[in-house]
């Protein structure tokens, strides 16, 4: 009725078609792309951009997958996080290294592979020998072949021989009386059996007792419920299953011994729930949070029991590299690298020196902290504590300097915060560089893995 005066309307101009609506997504969805191939492009090109890869099989369609999130930061100082691509593996000697240039062609970044971080969790383990679809059903086609497969023999007969030994220390009076008493119970047995005597290799189906039918049908349905749990690889669910509820159990008796060592080990993975809380986040940088979580629980370790085998295998699962020290060095509440090493801290400091310019450092003046923004930011409930302690430094020169002497008072959640400040980008400019670089990369791989 509102188009009456425009004159006759056709319907294909109102209702458009299935081509018309599959053609505009393409569309739009090839206009995403270049948009965001500009971004990653710009990214890429100052080392701002990282991508955590993920394989994962489907045990029903056989099928391998291989998906992959990137995190980059963005000219202003922003983080983003998302998933770039989620792709089957199509062809038996396609590789994921190959998988990955494909999809990344698409975006114009296959010739700026070096200057990409890859994020991963995944240790290399030893290769393992892999059996096709096919192999697996030729397998369990040739043993339906051999339960079909009739015997030679129709009939065939068990004997069980029972040796009875006298015990030496009973006599030879108690023994006799035994031997004849087991005589006596064997001819009464043989009796028996010679009356009822039923040859049951002429008997039918018809002829077998309800009772034993019952009997038979169910070890048939138990044999059916074992083979359909093997099928379909229920076993370690069966299993794990069994044993969290042994465990419940034992935690719920207060009586069992084992009850105190319940109760520390659930201190001790509290601890590290707090720590998983903190390194899994997606939406901010995470890298600045393992030197601050990992001294925290060498502390918890060295106060708990067993503080010795806690500290080594603590030391032995993490090795604090160059990118971490760093990383809480350029958050402004953990500047002070407290639980690093003298030569982490030092060589953390060398580093950030030779990346400023020659013409950075000439120009460079004393700023005072009236300079710095200090804007409003959340109270960290957990890493508040992780926080440096307030400490007053001489001002220098230097840029990295002056950056270690500044007091700050506001708690950041997210560093970058911090650097999107205009100021604080005029007072320390190549600190800010190398920040939106450090925080394009995660800690871990596992808040990729989450989604």
Same mark, same amino acid.
């Given at each position: 009725?509102?188009?009456?005066?425009?004159?006759?309307?056709?319907?294909?101009?109102?209702?458009?078609?299935?081509?018309?609506?599959?053609?505009?997504?393409?569309?739009?969805?090839?206009?995403?792309?270049?948009?965001?191939?500009?971004?990653?492009?710009?990214?890429?090109?100052?080392?701002?951009?990282?991508?955590?890869?993920?394989?994962?099989?489907?045990?029903?369609?056989?099928?391998?997958?291989?998906?992959?999130?990137?995190?980059?930061?963005?000219?202003?100082?922003?983080?983003?996080?998302?998933?770039?691509?989620?792709?089957?593996?199509?062809?038996?000697?396609?590789?994921?290294?190959?998988?990955?240039?494909?999809?990344?062609?698409?975006?114009?970044?296959?010739?700026?592979?070096?200057?990409?971080?890859?994020?991963?969790?995944?240790?290399?383990?030893?290769?393992?020998?892999?059996?096709?679809?096919?192999?697996?059903?030729?397998?369990?086609?040739?043993?339906?072949?051999?339960?079909?497969?009739?015997?030679?023999?129709?009939?065939?007969?068990?004997?069980?021989?029972?040796?009875?030994?006298?015990?030496?220390?009973?006599?030879?009076?108690?023994?006799?009386?035994?031997?004849?008493?087991?005589?006596?119970?064997?001819?009464?047995?043989?009796?028996?059996?010679? =009356?009822?005597?039923? =040859?049951?290799?002429?008997?039918?189906?018809?002829?077998?007792?309800?009772?034993?039918?019952?009997?038979?049908?169910?070890?048939?349905?138990?044999?059916?419920?074992?083979?359909?749990?093997?099928?379909?690889?229920?076993?370690?669910?069966?299993?794990?299953?069994?044993?969290?509820?042994?465990?419940?159990?034992?935690?719920?008796?207060?009586?069992?011994?084992?009850?105190?060592?319940?109760?520390?080990?659930?201190?001790?993975?509290? !601890?590290?729930?707090?720590?998983?809380?903190?390194? !899994?986040?997606?939406?901010?940088?995470?890298?600045?949070?393992?030197?601050?979580?990992?001294?925290?629980?060498?502390?918890?370790?060295?106060?708990?029991?067993?503080?010795?085998?806690?500290? !080594?295998?603590?030391?032995?699962?993490?090795?604090?590299?160059?990118?971490?020290?760093?990383?809480?060095?350029?958050?402004?509440?953990?500047?002070?690298?407290?639980?690093?090493?003298?030569?982490?801290?030092?060589?953390?400091?060398?580093?950030?020196?030779?990346?400023?310019?020659?013409?950075?450092?000439?120009?460079?003046?004393?700023?005072?902290?009236?300079?710095?923004? !200090?804007?409003?930011?959340?109270?960290?409930?957990?890493?508040?504590?992780?926080?440096?302690?307030?400490?007053?430094?001489?001002?220098?020169?230097?840029?990295?300097?002056?950056?270690?002497?500044?007091?700050?008072?506001?708690?950041?959640?997210?560093?970058?915060?911090?650097?999107?400040?205009?100021?604080?980008?005029?007072?320390?400019?190549?600190?800010?560089?190398?920040?939106?670089?450090?925080?394009?990369?995660?800690?871990?791989?596992?808040?990729?893995?989450?989604?």
């Amino acid at each position: 009725r509102e188009f009456r005066a425009q004159g006759e309307l056709l319907i294909d101009d109102l209702l458009p078609s299935d081509r018309t609506v599959r053609n505009e997504v393409d569309r739009a969805a090839e206009q995403g792309r270049n948009i965001l191939k500009t971004k990653l492009i710009a990214a890429v090109e100052d080392y701002r951009l990282s991508i955590s890869p993920d394989i994962w099989s489907d045990r029903h369609r056989h099928i391998s997958y291989l998906g992959a999130s990137v995190h980059f930061v963005d000219e202003n100082g922003f983080f983003h996080c998302f998933d770039l691509f989620c792709t089957e593996f199509k062809w038996k000697k396609k590789t994921a290294a190959n998988i990955i240039k494909d999809e990344l062609a698409i975006f114009g970044l296959t010739e700026l592979m070096d200057k990409i971080t890859f994020i991963t969790d995944r240790e290399t383990k030893k290769k393992q020998k892999n059996i096709s679809p096919a192999k697996l059903l030729s397998i369990s086609t040739s043993v339906r072949r051999t339960e079909l497969t009739p015997t030679k023999t129709e009939t065939t007969t068990i004997t069980t021989r029972t040796l009875t030994q006298a015990s030496p220390e009973l006599s030879d009076e108690e023994e006799e009386l035994r031997n004849a008493a087991e005589t006596d119970d064997s001819s009464d047995e043989e009796t028996d059996t010679d =009356d009822e005597e039923v =040859d049951y290799a002429a008997a039918t189906a018809d002829d077998i007792p309800v009772s034993a039918k019952a009997i038979l049908d169910v070890i048939k349905n138990c044999k059916s419920l074992v083979k359909y749990v093997k099928k379909a690889n229920l076993n370690r669910q069966l299993q794990l299953e069994r044993e969290k509820q042994n465990n419940i159990e034992q935690i719920n008796d207060d009586s069992s011994p084992s009850t105190t060592n319940n109760s520390t080990n659930a201190a001790t993975l509290h !601890q590290w729930r707090n720590v998983l809380n903190e390194v !899994q986040i997606r939406t901010a940088p995470s890298l600045y949070c393992v030197l601050p979580c990992i001294t925290y629980l060498r502390e918890q370790m060295i106060n708990g029991e067993k503080k010795e085998k806690g500290v !080594q295998l603590l030391d032995k699962m993490f090795t604090m590299e160059d990118d971490y020290i760093r990383a809480s060095f350029l958050h402004p509440n953990y500047k002070q690298l407290r639980g690093a090493t003298k030569e982490q801290i030092e060589s953390c400091y060398n580093f950030c020196r030779d990346f400023i310019l020659p013409s950075n450092t000439m120009n460079d003046s004393i700023r005072t902290d009236e300079n710095i923004i !200090q804007p409003s930011a959340k109270k960290l409930k957990f890493m508040t504590q992780l926080m440096d302690k307030k400490e007053t430094a001489p001002a220098s020169a230097d840029e990295i300097d002056h950056y270690i002497a500044l007091t700050v008072e506001e708690e950041y959640t997210d560093p970058l915060v911090f650097w999107r400040q205009e100021r604080n980008q005029l007072t320390f400019p190549t600190l800010y560089r190398l920040a939106k670089r450090t925080f394009a990369a995660p800690c871990s791989s596992a808040s990729g893995e989450l989604e």
